[in-house]
């Protein structure tokens, strides 16, 4: 909900101090930022404005994701550093000016007007951003997993009961985005502070993920796992997740002590409709021996604690001649076998 407040004050010494750090920060903004600007010539605005007001975007975060899961990745969001602020024209969609404040907000220089305000945090590592030139095609991405990776992939995600539709990308990190319609007034001497408030909360959604029988852990090299059925990217600007399939690639932590898998995971969300999500584990032991377990998990992922359990016994049988971990497998001594769960 759109909330503004606009403060009659006088030019305290706090207000001093205020305008001290709108120096500071014009003069990182002129440095840093990618402003639209119009200038208009057609009459004085030195009746209608006073220099000494100020414009402030106040952002509240969300940073909370409520998992029992023990296993910290991805669990916790990491509050930005800045955030980018996007003013959209509400008629054409089209974007007319940008400007970038601190994580919790900063002073604006926005002309006054009715907007389609959009911010979100800038500089994430995995999840990009595309489309910023109009409000309906601004969107949240993750790349496609390497050539070399998905070519090894592909026989195992692309065929059979569970195949995977749609391209395997990386799970995205969460992206914290206010987004809300917004009328900045003439800013006059009748107010010097005028106050924008909007909250962030994140765009992605986090899983927890657990094997809790693995006989035959101590064998285990590495895992790898992924889900299908899941959206491609966000188009976070009108709030709507892309309708286009991808799978989610995510590696497993190995936890010896309990003798578990487990991890987390995002995602931008599961496709809407009757289109079923499936699990694919990709276990690989000491001597390069593939385990491949797949398994439907439409109706854990629909549950509203975001947590993914199996139950199923599985077994790594020890492997062949080998009393430890090989540091490196030959192409040729590599086997691939299907696991029964259950």
Known sequence: MKRIRIYGQTMTHRSQNMCH????????????????????????HSGDVDYTAMLLLELKLDLDVDLGVSIEAHTKIVAP???????????????????????????????????????YAFGTEWTQIRGEDYFITLEAFTSDITDTKGATLEEFTRSGEYEAPGPIIYTPDHLLVANEPVTIPVLSRDH??????????TIVDTYGFKMTHVDGIEYISSIEAFVTNQSRSNFFGKGERNTNPATIYFPVEVNRTDRCLETTFNTFGKLPGESRSYLHILITDSRGT????????????????????IDEPVVIPKPAGDGGISPTVETWEEENQDVPIG
Do not use: W
Not at 21 to 44: P, Q, R, V
Not at 97 to 110: D, R
Not at 290 to 309: A, G, L, M, N
């Open 81 to 119: 550093e800045y955030m980018m602020v996007c003013f959209y024209d509400p008629e054409s969609g089209a974007l007319r000016y940008t400007e970038f404040v601190k994580g919790n907000g900063g002073p604006l220089h926005t002309p006054p007007g009715t907007y389609n305000m959009v911010a």
């Open 21 to 44: 750090s709108m120096l500071c920060a014009s003069l990182f903004f002129i440095l840093t930022s990618c402003e639209y600007k119009e200038l208009c010539y057609d009459h004085d």
């Open 192 to 201: 010097t502070v005028v106050t924008i408030e909007a909250d962030a909360a």
């Open 290 to 309: 593939e385990y491949r377990i797949s398994t439907d998990i439409t109706d854990q992922f629909d549950k509203e604690d975001h947590e993914i359990v």
